[in-house]
Structure formats: structure tokens, C-alpha cells
């Protein structure tokens, strides 16, 4: 196999991405909540942040404090949806669309902490609401398809689950003009194509397996090497191979992703650009540890992290 990346599969996100872009409305600064209410809305989505992921609490700490608390209100909006899908069981459905009903009104209940910040940074920063819902019909795809036949089939799956958070925090950093949307679809799909990569073992036990089939196929694998590579340890030169591509393909797009981040205000380059290298440094990681992505979770330290600030901010501050 040689192409990387096949531009078949850009077009139709961005019609996605364009059918939300539509749907911008103004701003609307004035909040719905007492302030009272929203600080402890907002430190509620803070906590979940810093509990679930280390990675994008210390990537949107570098964020003006009004951007930090709405993009975290977005982070526990997704975990929630995230979690009724992987958690509930038989119930997932019918309290997805209790999510959907209450995360997507301007006035939630007010027991309801996440819903209530994230409706305040959703009114404050302009985020379309079409981009919130294609989020939730992402993530719900995941209660009836588990199995990807092409990439081009798996990128829709991608968008959903993360260019979408891409576009919205697009609305809440600032950015330069529509055409930042194009490089915000690709940078989300690099994401989630990372996340994917990285937890191989993890989406078997719960019976899901986002690698496109035809491309195990074409590597000579199937869902039995998957099997024992989860439940066993053990893999191939043929795994090797396989996961070359992939991580060969994720940084291609991270590439080809990465100028959009200039085309963001200067306050939220910063933020992103950490964020992209923090996860793209896990492809690093699978290289480094021989591909095994089953005995391990692929993941980047703390001090990983840290000593990579110095040039990112350099490179935030050029804008390249």
C-alpha cells in the first residue's frame, strides 16, 4: 500500500463541517445563570478535566481564564456523552438523548452543573449548536457500528468524535476567517485517529474495532491476530507493518493540519498547538515500545509534556 491519504474522504467532512458552520448566531454575553451558579458549574468541569484527562487540563491551562473555563465546559460536555455510551449499557440510548435534551437547551436544569456551563460558553462564544449535536450523533454511532470497512468509512466516525470539538473550540479561542474550518476537520481526525491507535486493546474488550477492515486485509490480518494481541500479548511483523502506516498516514494529516493552527488567535495557539503535539508524541510512543499497543497504553509523562513547552510557545509565537 502506498497513498496515505486519500483526499476522497476530505470533501464530505467539510460539507458537514459547512451544513454547522451555517448555523453561527451572535454572541449573546449576557448569562442565563446567577454567578454563584456558574462558578460552581465551572469548577465542576474543571474537576472533570483534570480527573480524565491530564493532557488537555494542562493544554487548556495555558488559556486565558475565560476561553480555559468554556473549553473545559466543552471537555465535560464530550465526557459525558463519551461515558453514557461506554458505560450504560442497555440504557445508553435513551439516556444519550436525555444528554441531548438537556446539554443543547439555553436554559438546563440547574442540578445539572456541566450543562449549565457549558450552555453559558456555548451563548458567550457563539458555538453553533449544529456542531454539538453532530458530536452527539458521534459518539452515539457507537451503539450500533463497531466494525470500519475503509478509512474513508472510519473518517466520519472521526469527525464526529473529534473534528466537531475542533470546530467548536475554534468559536471559543478566535480565529482568522472560514477557512481555519478545513484545517480543524483534519487536525481532529489526526486526533482521534491517535486515540484510536493507541487503544486498540481497550476497544476490543468492548467490542469495538475502528482499524478499517480492509486494511488489516491487505496486511494479511483479521480480527483473530486483533483477538490475540488483546487477550494474549502476542503479534507479528505483519502488526508492525500495518501500525507503520497508520502512524505514517496520522502524521501525514497532523502535517497537513498544522497551518491552521496560525490561523488562530494569538491567545488560543498556544492551547492547540500543545494540545496536537501532546497527542502526537503518542505515535512516538507506539514506535518506541516496538508497536505494541496491548500490554501497554501508549502515553506521554508529565515532564514529556513540560520540556516540550519551551518550543512549542516558540513556534506559537511565530505562528507556524
Not at 57 to 74: E, I, T
Not at 134 to 162: K, N, S, W
Request: with cysteine; glycine share 6%.
Amino acid at each position: 500500500m502506498t497513498a496515505l491519504v486519500n483526499d476522497r474522504w476530505e470533501n464530505p467532512l467539510l460539507s458537514l463541517a459547512q451544513e454547522g458552520w451555517l448555523t453561527v448566531q451572535s454572541a449573546d454575553q449576557k448569562s442565563r445563570a446567577d454567578e454563584a451558579l456558574l462558578e460552581q458549574a465551572y469548577a465542576h468541569c474543571e474537576e472533570i478535566t483534570s480527573f480524565h484527562s491530564r493532557s488537555f487540563y494542562l493544554a487548556s491551562g495555558l488559556m486565558k481564564p475565560d476561553a480555559r473555563m468554556a473549553v473545559r465546559a466543552l471537555y465535560a460536555f464530550c465526557r459525558i456523552a463519551d461515558d453514557i455510551v461506554d458505560e450504560s449499557g442497555a440504557d445508553a440510548p435513551a439516556l444519550l438523548e436525555t444528554w441531548r435534551e438537556r446539554s443543547l437547551s439555553s436554559r438546563p436544569p440547574q442540578q445539572d452543573l456541566v450543562a449549565v456551563a457549558w450552555a453559558d460558553a456555548r451563548a458567550k462564544y457563539a458555538i453553533p449548536q449544529r456542531y454539538a449535536e453532530q458530536l452527539i450523533d458521534g459518539v452515539a454511532r457507537d451503539l450500533y457500528q463497531t466494525r470500519y470497512e475503509t478509512f474513508e468509512d472510519l473518517t466520519h466516525y472521526c469527525y464526529g468524535a473529534a473534528s466537531t470539538v475542533g470546530l467548536m473550540s475554534m468559536h471559543i479561542t478566535g480565529y482568522e476567517s472560514e477557512e481555519a474550518v478545513r484545517y480543524a476537520v483534519k487536525l481532529g481526525v489526526a486526533l482521534q485517529l491517535t486515540n484510536i491507535l493507541r487503544d486498540v486493546a481497550e476497544d476490543w474488550e468492548r467490542g469495538r474495532l475502528y482499524l478499517p477492515q480492509a486494511e488489516l486485509s491487505a496486511f494479511g490480518l483479521g480480527e483473530e491476530d486483533i483477538a490475540a494481541g488483546a487477550t494474549e500479548g502476542v503479534y507479528d511483523d505483519r502488526w508492525r507493518d500495518f501500525m507503520k502506516f497508520q502512524i505514517a498516514r496520522a502524521r501525514q494529516i497532523y502535517e497537513e493540519a498544522w497551518p491552521g493552527i496560525s490561523m488562530l488567535d494569538s491567545q488560543g495557539r498556544f492551547a492547540i498547538s500543545a494540545a496536537a503535539t501532546f497527542y502526537r508524541a503518542i505515535l512516538d510512543d507506539i514506535e518506541a515500545h516496538d508497536y505494541d499497543v496491548f500490554s501497554r497504553r501508549a502515553h506521554v509523562s508529565k515532564w514529556g509534556k513540560m520540556r516540550r513547552l519551551p518550543s512549542i510557545w516558540w513556534q506559537s509565537k511565530l505562528g507556524a
